[in-house]
């Protein structure tokens, strides 16, 4: 198995503001690169965890090819909630029936 080349030592925080809203920034710099109107809108910054983010590293909600990507080159990544789509029209009608039908 090859060695991966890249490695970043990775912080990833989440705001009190919007539930499922993530902030990955490299441990060395912090949310320095973050811009402040982000932080702002993000509120107040809670560390979540630390790890070693390697292009062979799978995250569970984000690419990390391109979080470490946006890392080297924005600074940070942003991860937003997961899009929850409403009850299909069928299941929506079917909930209006009485129970014990």
């Not at 080349?5 to 912080?11: P, S, T």
């Not at 009850?87 to 029936?97: F, P, Q, R, T, V």
């Amino acid at each position: 198995m090859a060695e991966d080349r890249l490695r970043i030592l990775c912080d990833i925080f989440k705001g009190n503001r919007k539930e499922g809203m993530y902030i990955y920034v490299s441990h060395a710099d912090g949310l320095d690169k973050v811009p402040q109107s982000l932080l702002d809108s993000f509120g107040t910054p809670l560390l979540v965890t630390r790890l070693m983010l390697t292009e062979s590293k799978k995250l569970a909600r984000a690419n990390t090819i391109k979080v470490m990507d946006d890392i080297n080159s924005k600074g940070f990544y942003l991860q937003m909630p997961p899009v929850l789509f409403a009850l299909d029209e069928g299941m929506a009608e079917n909930n209006k029936l009485p129970r014990g039908f």
